[in-house]
T-cell receptor
Framework: GAGVSQSPSNKVTEKGKDVELRCDPISGHTALYWYRQSLGQGLEFLIYFQGNSAPDKSGLPSDRFSAERTGGSVSTLTIQRTQQEDSAVYLC??????????FGQGTRLTVV | TQLLEQSPQFLSIQEGENLTVYCNSSSVFSSLQWYRQEPGEGPVLLVTVVTGGEVKKLKRLTFQFGDARKDSSLHITAAQPGDTGLYLCAGPNTGGFKTIFGAGTRLFVKA
């Protein structure tokens, strides 16, 4: 596709359940980021993939959060045993070599 | 740690007014980008500034990169309700492998 695609666009889950969020980046972009955005707030860095290098996981808030990127393309963010404080919009971005970021529309996660 | 500080955090103005928002750092950046995020959408890239002192214009928006490449400003002339959104500045860290975002300026333009 022409842009970054995220799915699902909305997810409502019960507390304690696991969720998987998917990001399809722009073809050819080697860098991919996940951010979290709470209502009315800025972007909270979660994790960063760059080519075949080990990902920068320094922003993951707890060990319930993990992410992988298969084949240097599609990425999945997994949240285990979801908590209400995990409710937020999760944004994915892929970057050009000039570090210009193209964002998906996000997944709005609601934990009830 | 490189940080980008944006000010003001929140700005509410009347349609037709002019405004300037700022993005400051104590570190030098090789480039800075400005993004706008509208409600329910992901941020969208507006412009990239690369050269110290550079000025770029995008219709009613004027972007400036400081001479020392440590700061940038965004000036909007005759703001319109369609300018409402979260304005984010961002830049690559020293190694150039990680993009750092400011916390943003939330702009609301009243009709």
């Amino acid at each position: 596709g022409a842009g970054v695609s995220q799915s699902p666009s909305n997810k409502v889950t019960e507390k304690g359940k696991d969720v998987e969020l998917r990001c399809d980046p722009i073809s050819g972009h080697t860098a991919l980021y996940w951010y979290r955005q709470s209502l009315g707030q800025g972007l909270e860095f979660l994790i960063y993939f760059q080519g075949n290098s080990a990902p920068d996981k320094s922003g993951l808030p707890s060990d319930r959060f993990s992410a992988e990127r298969t084949g240097g393309s599609v990425s999945t963010l997994t949240i285990q045993r979801t908590q209400q404080e995990d409710s937020a919009v999760y944004l994915c971005a892929s970057l050009t070599p000039n570090t210009e970021a193209f964002f998906g529309q996000g997944t709005r996660l609601t934990v009830v | 740690t490189q940080l980008l500080e944006q000010s003001p955090q929140f700005l509410s103005i009347q349609e037709g007014e002019n405004l300037t928002v700022y993005c400051n750092s104590s570190s030098v950046f090789s480039s800075l980008q400005w993004y706008r995020q509208e409600p329910g959408e992901g941020p969208v890239l507006l412009v990239t500034v690369v050269t110290g002192g550079e000025v770029k214009k995008l219709k009613r928006l004027t972007f400036q990169f400081g001479d020392a490449r440590k700061d940038s400003s965004l000036h909007i002339t005759a703001a319109q309700p369609g300018d409402t959104g979260l304005y984010l500045c961002a830049g690559p860290n020293t190694g150039g492998f990680k993009t750092i975002f400011g916390a943003g300026t939330r702009l609301f333009v009243k009709a």
